[in-house]
């Protein structure tokens, strides 16, 4: 459920999307009755959950589902082999931040064009699924991050969840002591770390198309702020997500930013009395920006209008109000059509701070578009360069600029 770093498929290579849709008919016809997914769901228990909603959506129309399951980071370029091959599955489930770089060749299907129900989605996972104002993805659920805390470190500290920067830095410093930080997060230089930067730098005013305009800069600080103070290690610029996961859990951390994807491994471990609050913000009032994230279900142009037209109905099925919620609550990530994320809220209470993350979350792509792979890469570097000494905020700001310009 967390983003992936992903290798960016040059944009000769993607060009086989659509010079070879077209000659689907020089392969091997597909079984009329089976239709075809390309996914990353390699895990048992997603693989046998995504199959239990295909059938649910497949029956009724009298067809069959197949899924292909790759490693998520090999989802892309599976894609390329099987355009390559005019065997191209009738939906592809493409990471968000990856859409971009495929609608951009023009080898996917618009989904209001092939019939895809998209009304009363969040605008978070609208602009996901979008590329230049057309919408080519649709989600069925997203996550996001939020801050999750040890409750009964913080009782006996006296301590509030903070809601924000100066309150974080407070508690903080309150809830260091022994082993035990105040608070964790990721600063990998990856898209794990990025991913857990975005929510202060967008919460600051920070823009990714404009990386040196200085408005980013004091989520730089506050970051260096907390590693220098010793409210947070300096190791988190080694610590993926799942690190500072396993950092709360052993009680090394007394809070942490992280996303729902941790909910079952923090289930089993009864010992631990973790809650969830929204992400600390500068500014009191103000909501924080994070992240959205998941995967996204496309029609790839496979020239055939009619297999295209089936599957999208069994899109629009996955993506009815009560399958959104069934599919959330299994993998625990928030519906994305506002009437099923509200339902999803009062359902599942202790996850209410994710569903409230997502209604204010944006994409990661939504101002760079195919860009953002290198503009992700220029982020990496400056939080990277800040953390370790080698550069002020502003100083790092700046050549993260100079960098993804480069990188164009």
Not at 107 to 135: H, I, N, R, T, Y
Not at 278 to 305: C, E, H
Request: charged residues 20%; glycine residues 8%.
């Amino acid at each position: 459920m967390h983003p992936i770093r992903r290798l960016r498929p040059p944009a000769v290579v993607l060009t086989a999307l659509v010079a070879l849709a077209p000659l689907a008919g020089c392969a091997r016809l597909p079984d009329p009755g089976t239709f075809t997914v390309l996914n990353s769901a390699t895990d048992t228990h997603e693989h046998d959950a995504q199959q239990e909603f295909f059938d649910r959506c497949a029956e009724p129309l009298g067809v069959k589902v197949r899924q292909t399951s790759v490693p998520a980071p090999q989802v892309a370029a599976k894609a390329l082999r099987m355009a390559s091959s005019h065997s191209l599955t009738d939906i592809l489930e493409l990471d968000g931040s990856e859409l971009p770089q495929f609608a951009d060749t023009g080898g996917l299907v618009p989904l209001k064009e092939a019939g895809v129900d998209v009304a009363g989605m969040s605008p978070g996972a609208v602009s996901m699924g979008s590329f230049q104002g057309e919408q080519y993805g649709i989600a069925r659920s997203v996550n996001s991050l939020a801050l999750i805390y040890n409750v009964d470190l913080l009782r006996k500290a006296g301590v509030e969840p903070p809601t924000t920067w100066d309150e974080l830095k407070v508690a903080a410093k309150k809830l260091t002591q022994g082993r035990t930080f105040g608070m964790a997060f990721s600063a990998t230089p990856d898209a794990d770390g990025v991913y857990q930067f975005l929510p202060f730098f967008w919460s600051a005013g920070g823009d990714e198309a404009h990386l040196d305009d200085g408005k980013g800069a004091p989520a730089l600080r506050l970051w260096k702020e907390l590693i220098d103070d010793r409210s947070a290690s300096s190791a988190v610029v080694t610590w993926n997500q799942q690190d500072v996961n396993d950092q709360f859990i052993a009680g090394h951390a007394a809070m942490m930013v992280n996303g729902p994807w941790q909910v079952p491994v923090l289930s089993e471990h009864k010992d631990v009395n973790w809650a969830v609050a929204t992400i600390p913000v500068p500014v009191a009032g103000r909501p924080p920006v994070p992240p959205i994230g998941g995967t996204v279900m496309t029609l790839p142009r496979t020239g055939d209008t009619a297999r295209q037209r089936t599957a999208a109905k069994i899109l629009n099925c996955l993506n009815e109000q009560r399958n959104q919620i069934d599919w959330g609550e299994s993998v625990y990530n928030v519906p994305t059509r506002t009437a099923a994320a509200a339902a999803y809220k009062e359902q599942n209470p202790k996850l209410a701070a994710f569903a409230d993350e997502v209604a204010t979350a944006r994409s990661r792509t939504d101002r760079v578009g195919a860009r953002w792979p290198v503009v992700s890469d220029a982020l990496a570097g400056a939080f990277q360069s800040v953390l370790t000494g080698r550069a002020t905020p502003e100083a790092a700001l700046k050549q993260a600029q100079a960098r993804a310009t480069a990188g164009e």
